[in-house]
């Protein structure tokens, strides 16, 4: 498979025969297709999939993208369109948009892209204009973490059970102190719940949610439909999902169907660029590159990366994997994992263009004050 441009009298073949077989050619000619750039997906030498960018003013606008009837919904549109939203991110471009078919509106709500204005209609269909802005003036985000044994407050190091610290009895107490320093996020684990592979400390959750406004993501335990339904329930903005987005793929893709993509934080561990999963104790053969390509594909939006040589030992955050992966994917909302052992530490990892990061025991352990987080804020 690879992605190239195409010569116009391709693009027009393609876009007459997926858009407007009853038309002719000059139909689907655009004035201005001399000025665009025309790029095409191809599988084993048969184009599969087109579409054609313009530069207006700094905003990318695509048009006429087109797949061809016998390969829709076999992912290579996701996969066309991901390279242009990579290659418009790079270019440093302000946005991204298009005159959307009303009906195919739920493709670019996954690559998060809104909907602008009325509907309108054109040869007897009805379209909407849909945006997304990539070039954002925003501080990274910092996002605390609270880890939950016996509705305790606690961190572990390395994911080690027997290497247990209580922070507070009381979590509710400190999700205030966090919200009282200006901080937005919350990252709530339940290891109860990891541990039993079902949702166990949903009712920290939902006394966090009721007292707070802290945006909560909630992980550990999440097996089922009914422990996803219970995450919600209780108050949880997204679900946090890691071990069984590895082992159970498919049934991950239907929740990411049923609920919607932008309900998902999608956590991966990883030790030498590999997935890890079993609490760390298991490394598979799996990239995270091709682990996070291939969630992205089903619309994914935010990842959190953990190395787990570093958790928890306040020993430094993995710059350069991250780079990596920021390289890779530019229009990910990506939160760096573990290791964050100062100040110093976060500015690295904003500087580097993480979205967010996730600190927990340096906190705890005084490493980092909570008015030292203010300046990301």
Not at 183 to 197: E, F, I, P, S, W
Not at 362 to 368: F, K, L, M, Q, V
Request: net charge negative; with cysteine; aromatic share 10%.
């Amino acid at each position: 498979m690879s992605i190239q441009p195409v010569p116009l009298n391709e693009v027009w073949a393609m876009r007459q025969a997926v858009m407007y077989p009853q038309e002719s050619i000059s139909f689907v000619q655009l004035e201005d297709d001399e000025r665009g750039l025309h790029w095409g997906l191809y599988d084993y030498g048969e184009l599969i999939s087109v579409i054609s960018v313009f530069d207006r003013n700094g905003a990318i606008q695509f048009r006429k993208f087109a797949t061809r009837t016998n390969w829709q919904g076999k992912g290579y549109g996701t996969k066309l369109l991901q390279h242009v939203m990579d290659w418009a991110h790079a270019q440093g471009k302000k946005s991204i948009w298009c005159n959307a078919r009303l009906t195919a509106t739920g493709i670019y709500k996954k690559f998060g892209m809104q909907v602008v204005g009325k509907t309108w209609q054109q040869y007897g269909l009805d379209f909407i204009k849909m945006e997304k802005q990539l070039v954002q003036t925003k501080h990274m985000q910092i996002i605390p973490a609270i880890d939950i044994i016996d509705g305790k407050c606690v961190r572990l190091t390395q994911g080690d059970y027997e290497q247990k610290k209580i922070y507070n009895e009381n979590p509710l107490e400190v999700a205030m102190e966090f919200e009282d320093a200006g901080l937005q996020r919350l990252h709530l684990v339940d290891l109860d719940g990891a541990k039993a592979g079902a949702v166990k400390n949903w009712k920290v959750l939902e006394a966090i949610a009721g007292k707070t406004g802290l945006v909560i993501d909630f992980g550990g335990g999440i097996k089922t439909e009914k422990d996803v339904n219970i995450v919600f329930n209780s108050g949880a903005a997204l679900a946090t999902i890691g071990s069984l987005a590895v082992k159970n793929e498919a049934e991950f893709v239907k929740w990411l169907l049923q609920f919607g993509a932008e309900k998902f934080l999608l956590g991966a561990d990883v030790k030498e660029e590999k997935i890890t999963v079993g609490g760390w104790l298991e490394t598979t053969d799996i990239t995270i590159y091709d682990f996070l390509q291939k969630y992205i594909d089903h619309g994914v939006q935010q990842v959190f990366c953990t190395d787990v040589s570093k958790d928890g030992l306040l020993a430094g955050p993995s710059v350069e994997l991250y780079k990596k992966i920021i390289a890779r994917f530019p229009s990910l909302h990506f939160i760096a994992s573990g290791g964050v052992s100062n100040i110093n530490d976060l500015e690295v990892l904003a500087e580097i263009g993480c979205s967010g990061a996730i600190v927990g025991k340096a906190i705890y352990e005084n490493r980092i004050s909570l008015d030292e987080l203010k300046k990301f804020g």
